[in-house]
């Protein structure tokens, strides 16, 4: 039975994780962002809500659909929750995915929303155009004329407020290689998930690692100073109790292998999910070879199965199987 029976209970069952997890000394919190749907769908009260609540974690998405959004208004709120969470913390732990979206519930979901694409225009190309005008906002651009009568001055107004080093915080979710090269170009981390929307024949992993290094490639031709970010993501289902092995056992086997199916008109690569004991899980991961080649991994949870759960999935991954790719719990001293 699910333990997320309303949009109240996901919400406060949220921020309830979240704050286990930096309890549990796990590094952040990232949250799917999807519209017309009994999941999350606005992020920012709910990263903002984490923030003040939690003193270290990073708190981020994964990925937030550019099509839905106002840049302008979404660049506002990103700033005020960084700053909330930089109150009660270090600065800097706002880490925002976003992309072009994925298939969604809705039939043309962002034209309700009030966003059409201009003739000749993508949805893809509106995803990044946003993205353009929300990345320049943040980074303090000027992007409406002032008002001379108000002001005293013709020049350009940025948004306010503004959040120091968010725009070194954006993350690009890219589903195939080509928008990986353009990620990097861009100078935005990459966010990789469990699906590639494209297939060479190889395995998910290794399909990914090449992704991640055209994405560096393109990063240091591109000349960008900083080091860039990579995340992916992985399922992870330790099985450890009968509990466990009664929501998931029947599945270790045939989710033990890539899937590959049709979507968006094309082939797509699914990654396989890691469940079985930890130690086997722990072997697996360590021979990831995207695993291997990102500096973040991002763990999709069965939120659904309430926050005591998912503490203690978390907790299983955090001492048995996360320190076999080398991580090690934030405050320990390896």
Avoid: C
Avoid at 79 to 96: F, N, W, Y
Avoid at 300 to 317: E, F, H, K, M, S
Avoid at 326 to 332: E, I, T
């Amino acid at each position: 039975m699910s333990g997320t029976r309303s949009g109240r209970d996901a919400l406060v069952q949220s921020i309830e994780l979240a704050v286990a997890a930096e309890e549990l000394g796990i590094d952040g919190a990232y949250f799917r962002v999807h519209h017309f749907a009994r999941q999350l769908a606005s992020p920012f009260p709910l990263l903002a809500a984490i923030g003040a609540r939690t003193s270290r974690i990073e708190i981020g998405t994964g990925v937030i659909d550019m099509r839905y959004e106002n840049p302008l208004y979404m660049a506002e709120e990103a700033a005020a929750a960084d700053l909330i969470s930089a109150h009660t913390g270090g600065e800097g732990r706002l880490q925002l995915g976003v992309s072009r979206g994925s298939p969604e519930t809705a039939l043309h979901g962002a034209h309700s929303f009030g966003y059409l694409p201009e003739d000749g225009q993508t949805d893809a190309d509106l995803a990044r155009a946003k993205t353009e005008v929300f990345r320049a906002a943040i980074a303090g651009a000027g992007v409406a004329p002032a008002n001379p009568q108000m002001t005293g001055t013709n020049g350009m107004l940025p948004i306010q407020p503004q959040s120091p080093g968010l725009a070194d915080r954006i993350w690009w979710g890219s589903g195939t290689r080509a928008t990986a090269e353009w990620a990097g170009a861009q100078g935005m981390n990459l966010m990789s998930s469990t699906l590639l929307t494209e297939d060479t024949g190889v395995p998910f992993d290794e399909l990914q690692a090449e992704q991640i290094a055209r994405y560096r490639q393109a990063w240091a031709e591109a000349g960008w100073e900083r080091a860039p970010r990579v995340s992916v993501s992985r399922s992870i289902l330790p099985i450890v109790s009968d509990e466990d092995r009664g929501l998931f056992g029947e599945r270790e086997a045939s989710d033990a292998e890539d899937q590959i199916g049709f979507l968006d008109g094309g082939l797509a690569r699914f990654g396989k999910s890691y469940l079985g004991e930890p130690d086997r899980i722990a072997a697996e991961l360590a021979k990831d070879a995207a695993v291997q080649a990102a500096d973040t991994l991002l763990v999709t949870v069965p939120n659904q199965l309430g926050v005591d759960y998912n503490a203690r999935l978390l907790a299983t991954i955090a001492e048995h199987i996360a320190p076999a790719i080398g991580w090690a719990r934030a405050g320990s001293d390896t």
